[in-house]
């Protein structure tokens, strides 16, 4: 992209990548999503700022998001849909289909048909992502008009600080791709294949909350205002 970026790595310390072992202070992501789901609350304090677990134990906080929390919504489309509409899906190929499918048949959860269908060939960050865009219905076709179009769809502004408010302003006049501050006003902007591609956005918000027995959620994106500090 010709971007002036400069790439800077830094060294892994203490904490293996996709390690379980909660290791104060520093722990993996992974073990520390684990030691919230076991509500390990000692282990938590010590491994993440007072900030972050107050927005997990914190009033009106939500506990993080589990992938069998989708299991019964992936049934359902699996109970409901042809098999070529799985073809269809963005990440299944090669037959997966029947793969996830078959294994569905004595698994309920998805944790369990992921352990079922793993290869060599297909690692779980992949298989993971197949199951999720086949609960969002996420389509190759789709995905291939999104890249004719070009990589960015849309830039969309979640929250600034007053003082730069001035660069928000330059940033919409200049950017590339069209800037989004405010959703009801986002499909006059945007193309109509990015403007399906941020109502996927809003649908996997819905999800989200749904998985998490929060049906009230719904459209929660529409109601949320920009963060202003």
């Not at 310390?13 to 999503?33: F, G, H, L, Q, W």
């Not at 007072?50 to 906080?61: D, E, K, R, V």
């Not at 299944?92 to 996830?100: F, K, M, P, T, V």
């Amino acid at each position: 992209t010709g971007s002036k970026i400069e790439p800077i790595t830094i060294k892994r310390y203490k904490s293996e990548y996709n390690s379980d072992i909660a290791c104060s202070p520093i722990s993996s992501a992974t073990a520390v999503r684990g030691r919230i789901f076991d509500n390990d609350r000692e282990s938590v304090n010590k491994t993440m700022p007072g900030n972050a677990i107050n927005l997990f134990y914190g009033t009106g906080g939500l506990p993080p998001n589990k992938l069998d929390n989708f299991s019964t919504m992936f049934h359902y489309i699996l109970k409901t849909k042809q098999a070529k509409y799985f073809s269809e899906i963005l990440d299944i190929s090669e037959g997966l289909e029947n793969r996830i499918i078959k294994a569905a048949e004595t698994n309920f959860l998805i944790s369990s048909i992921l352990k079922n269908i793993k290869t060599k060939r297909y690692t779980y960050t992949k298989l993971q992502r197949a199951i999720l865009h086949i609960i969002l219905g996420i389509e190759k076709g789709s995905f291939n008009r999104l890249e004719i179009d070009g990589s960015v769809p849309y830039i969309r502004v979640l929250g600034f600080r007053k003082n730069s408010a001035p660069l928000l302003t330059k940033l919409t006049n200049k950017a590339g791709a069209p800037v989004i501050t405010n959703l009801k006003n986002a499909k006059t902007s945007l193309t109509k294949n990015s403007y399906n591609a941020l109502k996927k956005e809003m649908e996997a918000t819905d999800l989200y909350y749904l998985a998490l027995n929060k049906p009230y959620a719904k459209n929660i994106e529409y109601h949320v205002p920009l963060v202003i500090i």
